[in-house]
């Protein structure tokens, strides 16, 4: 297989005008012909089944939540990117494009990563005219701030919320659809098989979680936005529904997986308490642009008050070791800092397994009620959840995956190797390479709805000759069998574990041997341990209940299935990726503790072909070049 | 700390219901209320018995998916509070704790702890938006919004949809949630365009709901975990009665 990116020829920055010129329309009379399936109602979901709505084509929307509205998006904290420049301090499309390739330790798409940063700014504009409530200066005009690493202040806010009220843009701008009834939505529906008639994406089979009724639906084009596979960790900062299902089984019938052992794991999380964890709460990185992170220099400390330690007992190990970046280091170096020095003993609090990060000097600069107008409600969240007054002591804080880079592979115009199957937002591995940079996500998913798929699907609707296909197709049949069949064969196991507890082993299992660090050995163990874990579920689960009522245990024993097999092939991708990039942290590959990418062996997209049952999958490539931005070793020191 | 648990379990929407007692043992304090049910509920599956059904996501206090009434108040009583966010520290060893779901006309019921709750989109639906399309729009810069009123519309914005307000509410009343969405647009200039249209839409569709009238009795805000300020209501009764005026008829 050959994996065209189709990237425009032509300058960089001229790439995508070029490209928009070049691609055909449809007449705005015909687009009421077209059908299309949009699974998922996140950032990017929303978006995009708005944005076609409105242009004409049919639409059809999927989320597995009660509303559209509770999408995973709806959690994110920090802001989202733009290259605005509205403070005027030297940032330009250019400079959004050169940070986030770098940030990506050089291994994204530069044509894809120059498009994202020129519609940035068009995104901030659609979200003010929704009347997104961004925060505002005493003028008028709205403010920004230096997030997650980077040097100027580009992010747009919405207090701690920003996720919640770009989300509830979309989802009212979906919500105008649907009340025009240009969009059918239905919530608490399920994809559980694409279908593919003659190599082409042309409908999905859905389980209706209410009454557990099974149906296909048949389109000219379907959409995921499916959002990111984190929990194949278990505990991650995810909601508890995020799943690889829609995309896994997507990868099943033809569509190649990359990079999937690219996972961001973000350096300010509550740490864990107990064996009853259910998830990880994320503190938001903007708390680093104040907060200062240490932990004791001496093991015998630990156990110590942080009141009762000095300054000069106490180790700022990110101001110490990236003087430049200081408590700003980007995500993956400061997550694998922390692990560092609670690998050394030095880590804090119970486990000790948790860094500190300290608003004491913040609280005496700027005032205790400046802080709290900044981060109050961070301080809240942490309050009730560990039940400690950050005001008065420091947080602790340690990593937690948060975000996956990989997902399926698209090409310059969304579509995955499978013609008339796209895939947007965390979904698609498209933007960040190795390592995704603060606040781009909220961007990227936007970029993508509002202002990428709407053009490019026009072009493959008018350059195909489209083939009707009815849901009477015998391959909607068979996808509605395999359905039935897999949730007939869930029920029967009647074993002695809870899904909850193999997907519970099998978190410990990634975070062990595929988490912070990787190597050789580890990995080759985990792909030991993974089919065995695997076969353990499917002899010994148990799923109560049935299948024709709502049935919260058989959802999520279908996608702990599903976990089980992809985590088996994120393992493959890490070990077959014999260098160390962004998140990607291979120990054999290291300079001073620092990750050494490989470039002239692994400049590349690695995309996974699907062959069956128990054989192992075809890896692909597509080279990455790199015409505008020089190759260099990532450094924040 | 051991506890036991009077919980609401209802098979489906026709079934009347009933109570089912849980002793739950050896809870650690660290544990949000919704991990102290899925403990509950993997006991309950090695035993071959359906786990109790409740909405959440999140966990983080946000998606407004979970929603649960606990010892008599919507999300537990604790002040901005959604309970996933409700942590086990705060009862005490061998309580009685009763767990119920949203209860009101317009949230039919599904099974045990989870209700349909999509009138809520549905009031949207009829007009809780600013209607522009993608593309087109003037640069985020170009009409100044002052600072109090873009920080007054996102203490409305931050509302998360949950229902507790409703919950809440002797009569069942959605006039908390809708008078959040209608104060946040109406206080934005972007919504100000349409803003009698979306009074009249929304209030007509809560309406046809078959949600209660407001009595200004306060329960809502008590319970909502957004903190979402009774004035807002106050304001919704001024948009509404702007929009008669101007408008004519309901
Ligand atoms: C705690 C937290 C904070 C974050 N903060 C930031 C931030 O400040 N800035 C930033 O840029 N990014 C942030 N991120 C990342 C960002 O929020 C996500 O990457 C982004 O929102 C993903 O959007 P999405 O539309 O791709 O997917 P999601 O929002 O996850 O939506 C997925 C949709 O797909 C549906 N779905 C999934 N599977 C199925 C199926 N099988 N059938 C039917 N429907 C299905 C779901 O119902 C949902 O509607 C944060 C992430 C987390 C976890
Ligand atoms: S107003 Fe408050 S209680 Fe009502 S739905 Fe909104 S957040 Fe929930
Ligand atoms: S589960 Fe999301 S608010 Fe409680």
Redesign the interface.
């Known amino acids: 297989m050959k994996l065209d990116a189709h990237i425009p020829s032509g300058p960089l920055t001229q790439k995508w005008d070029q490209h928009r010129f070049d691609m055909k329309l449809v007449n705005p009379a015909n687009k009421r012909k077209f059908d299309v399936i949009v699974v998922g109602a996140g950032l990017a979901g929303a ?1 995009a089944a ?2 076609l709505a ?1 242009l004409g084509y049919n639409v059809k929307c999927f989320c597995f ?6 999408a ?1 998006s ?2 994110a904290q920090g802001g989202i990117n733009a290259a ?1 420049n ?1 403070k005027n301090d030297g940032d330009s499309v250019h400079r959004l494009f050169y940070d986030t390739v770098k940030g990506g330790d050089f291994r994204a798409r530069e044509a894809n990563v120059h498009r994202l940063a020129q519609v940035s700014v ?1 995104i ?8 997104v ?10 403010d920004n701030r230096s997030f997650g690493g980077a040097q100027v202040s580009r992010t747009f806010y ?2 701690g ?1 920003t996720g ?2 770009l989300l ?1 843009g979309a ?3 979906l ?2 659809q ?2 025009l009834g240009r969009v059918e ?1 239905y ?1 608490r529906t399920e994809m559980l098989e694409l279908v593919v008639v003659d190599g082409h994406a042309k409908g999905i089979v859905v389980r209706d979680l ?1 009454n557990g009724v099974v149906t296909s639906h048949a389109a000219d084009a379907v959409v995921l936005a499916t959002g990111g596979y984190g929990n194949v960790f278990f505990l991650s900062t995810n ?3 995020c799943n690889v299902t829609a995309t896994y089984r997507a990868h099943k019938m033809g569509a190649t997986f990359a990079n999937p052992c690219y996972t961001q794991i973000h350096p300010t999380c509550i740490p864990v ?2 064996d ?4 990880l ?1 994320l503190m938001s990185e903007s708390l680093r642009n104040d907060g200062r992170v240490w932990v004791p220099k001496r093991k015998e400390d630990c156990g110590k008050t942080p009141a009762s330690i000095p300054d000069s007992d106490r180790d700022y190990y990110l101001e110490r070791k990236y003087p430049s970046f200081g408590n700003l280091a980007p995500r993956d170096i400061a997550s694998r800092a922390a692990k560092e020095v609670c690998d050394e003993g030095r880590g804090v609090g119970p486990g000790s397994l948790g860094v500190y990060l300290d608003f004491a000097d913040a609280i005496a600069r700027l005032t205790e009620p400046v802080v709290r107008e900044r981060y109050g409600n961070l301080f ?2 942490y309050e ?4 400690e007054n950050a005001y008065q002591q420091p947080m602790r804080i340690y990593p937690a995956v948060h975000y996956t880079m990989g997902g399926l592979w698209v090409d310059y115009n969304l579509m995955s190797n499978l013609p008339g199957l796209f895939v947007l937002g965390e979904a698609n591995f498209s933007d960040h390479g190795a390592n995704r940079l603060g606040a781009s996500a909220l961007m990227q998913g936007l970029a993508d709805g ?2 990428i798929l ?1 053009y490019t699907i026009g072009h493959y609707f008018a350059s195909q000759k489209q083939t009707r296909i009815t849901t009477d197709h015998p391959e909607f049949k068979k996808a509605q069998e395999t359905v039935s069949a897999r949730t007939r064969r869930l029920l029967a196991v ?1 074993g ?1 574990r ?1 899904a ?2 193999i997907h519970r082993e099998l978190g410990k299992l990634m975070w062990e041997h595929c988490g912070m660090a990787r190597s050789k050995e580890s990995l080759t163990a985990a792909l030991q341990k993974i089919p065995a874990l695997r076969e353990e579920f499917w002899s010994n689960v ?4 049935e299948n024709g ?5 058989l959802e999520y024993a279908g996608r702990v299935a599903d976990f089980l097999e992809f985590g088996e092939l994120l393992c493959l991708d890490a070990l077959t990726r014999e260098e160390s990039c962004g998140g990607h942290f291979r120990v054999e590959h290291q300079e001073a503790g620092e990750c050494k990418r490989d470039d002239a062996h692994f400049s590349h997209v690695a995309a996974w072909e699907y062959q069956g049952e128990g054989k192992s999958p075809t890896r692909h490539i597509e080279p990455l070049t790199f015409d505008e931005v020089h190759l260099a070793t990532r450094s924040y020191k | 700390m051991n506890l036991t648990l009077k919980i609401w379990r209802q ?2 929407a026709k079934d009347i219901g009933g109570f089912e007692t849980h002793e739950v043992r050896e809870v ?1 304090p ?3 209320f ?3 049910l ?2 509950v509920n ?1 006991g ?3 035993r ?4 109790i ?1 409740f ?11 979970c929603s649960l009434v606990i010892n008599g108040t919507a999300h537990g009583g604790h002040k ?2 959604t309970a996933c ?3 086990m ?1 705060k009862f005490s060893d061998g309580e009685t704790i009763t767990v119920e779901p949203w209860r009101a006309r317009a949230f039919p019921m ?2 045990d702890l ?1 209700c ?3 009138a ?2 549905r009031i ?12 087109g ?5 170009a ?5 109090e009123d ?2 007054q ?2 203490d409305a ?2 509302c ?2 949950c229902g507790a307000c409703v919950a809440a509410c002797k009569n069942a009343s959605a006039m908390l949630f809708v008078a959040a969405k209608v104060s ?2 109406a ?2 200039p ?2 100000k365009v349409e803003r009698e249209r979306r009074a009249l839409n929304m209030v007509a569709q809560m309406d046809t709901e078959g949600f209660g009238a407001c009595s200004v009795t306060g329960s809502c805000e008590a319970v909502c975990p957004k903190e979402i300020r009774l004035d807002f209501i106050a304001r919704l009764n001024r948009e509404y009665g702007r929009a008669l005026l101007h408008r004519g008829g309901g």
């Open positions: 978006s708005a944005s409105e939540q009660d509303s559209p509205r509770r995973h709806i959690a605005k509205y068009s901030i504009d659609q979200c003010v005219a929704q009347g409530p961004f925060a505002r200066e005493y003028g008028g005009l709205l919405a207090r919320q919640q009220q509830l989802y009212q701008a919500s105008r649907i009340g939505m919530p209410i909601a508890k529904g308490s107990g009853h964890q259910s998830k709460t809240d969240m009730r959840i560990t039940g509002y202002f709407p009647k002695k809870t909850t507890s148990r799923v109560t209940g009522s709502l049935n919260q245990d | 098979k489906d650690n660290d544990m949000s919704l991990e102290m899925d403990v993997e309950l599956i090695l071959g018995i359906e786990p059904a909405d959440s996501d999140c966990r983080e206090g946000i998606c407004g998916a901005a509070t966010q409700l942590h520290r599904v099974k989870v349909d709750r999509s809520f989109d949207i639906q009829a007009g809780g938006f600013v209607s522009v399309s993608t593309g729009v003037p640069d985020a810069n009409i100044p919004v002052a600072k873009s920080d519309a996102m914005a931050q998360i949809g946040h647009l206080l934005m972007q919504g």
